[in-house]
């Protein structure tokens, strides 16, 4: 199965509380449904110092986000598009706009 959301893809934010954000696909986990993007979902975190010499400190990290939440961009159109998936010849699947038609 050829999937919607790859690692790398720019995508855009559904809805939420970071509805409209764009960023960069971390990764991908297809198991739970969800993906991390680059600076959307950011979280903070209070760590607390756990051996003697270490510091306690504040973490900013990313939260994932259920694949439903998010829509890619196409690369050619530079607008959020469904994604179509077409066969080539050897039976080579490939990501294709909705909208231009071009392959991603």
Same mark, same amino acid.
């Given at each position: 199965?050829?999937?919607?959301?790859?690692?790398?893809?720019?995508?855009? +934010?559904?809805?939420?509380? &970071?509805?409209?954000? /764009?960023?960069?696909?971390?990764? +991908? &986990? /297809?198991?739970?449904?969800?993906?991390?993007?680059? &600076? +959307?979902?950011?979280?903070? /975190?209070?760590?607390?110092?756990?051996?003697?010499?270490?510091?306690?400190?504040?973490?900013?990290?990313?939260?994932?986000?259920?694949?439903?939440?998010?829509?890619?961009?196409?690369?050619?159109?530079?607008?959020?598009?469904?994604? /179509?998936?077409?066969?080539?010849?050897?039976?080579?699947?490939?990501?294709?706009?909705?909208?231009?038609?071009?392959?991603?």
């Amino acid at each position: 199965m050829l999937s919607r959301i790859k690692k790398n893809d720019s995508v855009i +934010v559904l809805s939420g509380k &970071d509805k409209g954000k /764009q960023g960069l696909v971390i990764s +991908v &986990d /297809q198991k739970s449904g969800s993906a991390l993007v680059k &600076d +959307v979902s950011v979280v903070t /975190q209070h760590v607390k110092a756990r051996k003697a010499g270490e510091k306690s400190r504040i973490v900013k990290e990313e939260r994932p986000i259920l694949l439903c939440k998010i829509m890619p961009i196409c690369p050619a159109c530079k607008n959020p598009c469904r994604v /179509q998936v077409r066969f080539h010849e050897g039976a080579e699947k490939a990501r294709m706009c909705s909208r231009c038609k071009g392959t991603f």
